[in-house]
């Protein structure tokens, strides 16, 4: 495929190293700004709310964790580049450097993925630490982390293909609102659809983040991996990598 002949991991690492420097000269602010929302969500849902819900013999913040888990996934990595990015090529104008410089797309495609994967990893420790101090009880397995880290590199891509193919700073927000905030309460975060229409059903289990929450809840709860789930994911990640790629080539072209 054009643009992924001339893959090469130093170019990786220079446009990954770039955002690395970037985040680790704000990483305390960082890591205290992403504890904010978590905080909200477990003393509401999993202190508040949680006391008078069990699930499945078990606690309402134990079903609660891997949906905050993949809520937070997808929006901090997305975030993290879709918006910088998007201020970037519209803007700043400083995406132009990337451009002219010898580094083939899809070795920028995957370094800018990797920091936004990154950013999204950090958070979702930020937030296990703070389940873990009010009483959350998971199995972090390897399976549970890969699963994770396979979460934060779909949206991390979803976000780089919203930044090339979006126009306006206003439309990037407009899609957080129409794509990004019904997944965020529809797609099993908060509660089971087992009880929702058919239709809506089949329709809801078409959108990554519900996989990323079935996934990461039952290898959380130390059920066997849920392979569908993880293949979903895979297929979502893959996908969206091939269209940056693309949007990269567009856009250099």
Same mark, same amino acid.
């Given at each position: 495929?054009?643009?992924?002949?001339? $893959?090469?991991?130093?170019?990786?690492?220079? %446009?990954?190293?770039?955002?690395?420097?970037? $985040?680790?000269?704000?990483?305390?602010?960082?890591?205290? =700004?992403?504890?904010?929302?978590?905080? $909200?969500? $477990?003393?509401?849902? !999993?202190?508040?709310?949680?006391?008078?819900?069990?699930? +499945? !013999?078990?606690?309402?913040?134990?079903?609660?964790?891997?949906?905050?888990?993949?809520? +937070?996934?997808? +929006?901090?990595?997305?975030?993290? %580049?879709?918006?910088?990015?998007?201020?970037?090529?519209?803007?700043?104008?400083?995406?132009?450097?990337?451009?002219?410089?010898?580094?083939?797309?899809?070795?920028?495609?995957?370094?800018?993925?990797?920091?936004? @994967?990154?950013? !999204?990893?950090?958070?979702? @420790? %930020?937030?296990?630490?703070?389940?873990?101090?009010? !009483?959350?009880?998971?199995?972090?397995?390897?399976?549970?982390?890969?699963?994770?880290?396979?979460?934060?590199?779909?949206?991390? /891509?979803?976000?780089? %293909?919203? /930044?090339?193919?979006?126009?306006?700073?206003?439309?990037?927000? =407009?899609? +957080?609102?129409?794509?990004?905030?019904?997944?965020?309460?529809?797609?099993?975060?908060?509660?089971?659809?087992?009880?929702?229409?058919?239709?809506?059903?089949?329709?809801?289990?078409?959108?990554?983040?519900?996989?990323?929450?079935?996934?990461?809840?039952?290898?959380?709860?130390?059920?066997?991996?849920?392979?569908?789930?993880?293949?979903?994911?895979?297929?979502?990640?893959?996908?969206?990598?091939?269209?940056?790629?693309?949007?990269?080539?567009?856009?250099?072209?």
């Amino acid at each position: 495929m054009k643009g992924l002949e001339k $893959l090469r991991v130093e170019d990786i690492c220079t %446009v990954f190293w770039r955002d690395w420097v970037v $985040l680790n000269r704000r990483l305390a602010k960082f890591v205290l =700004s992403r504890m904010i929302s978590p905080v $909200l969500y $477990l003393v509401a849902f !999993g202190w508040g709310l949680g006391r008078n819900l069990p699930m +499945n !013999g078990g606690s309402y913040l134990d079903f609660i964790l891997p949906g905050i888990m993949a809520l +937070n996934a997808m +929006n901090i990595s997305f975030t993290s %580049v879709g918006s910088p990015l998007n201020m970037s090529r519209l803007y700043h104008k400083t995406l132009e450097e990337y451009l002219i410089a010898p580094i083939s797309p899809g070795s920028f495609v995957t370094g800018k993925v990797l920091a936004g @994967a990154l950013r !999204g990893l950090i958070s979702c @420790a %930020v937030i296990f630490v703070l389940a873990y101090i009010f !009483g959350a009880k998971l199995a972090v397995t390897a399976g549970f982390i890969l699963t994770l880290a396979l979460t934060c590199l779909l949206f991390a /891509a979803m976000g780089l %293909v919203a /930044a090339m193919l979006i126009n306006s700073h206003e439309d990037m927000a =407009s899609f +957080n609102t129409y794509v990004l905030l019904p997944m965020s309460f529809l797609c099993a975060t908060f509660f089971s659809p087992e009880r929702l229409p058919l239709a809506f059903r089949w329709f809801i289990d078409l959108l990554p983040l519900t996989h990323a929450t079935y996934a990461l809840r039952a290898i959380g709860g130390g059920l066997e991996m849920p392979w569908l789930s993880v293949g979903v994911l895979a297929i979502y990640t893959l996908l969206l990598l091939a269209i940056g790629v693309w949007t990269m080539i567009r856009v250099r072209d």
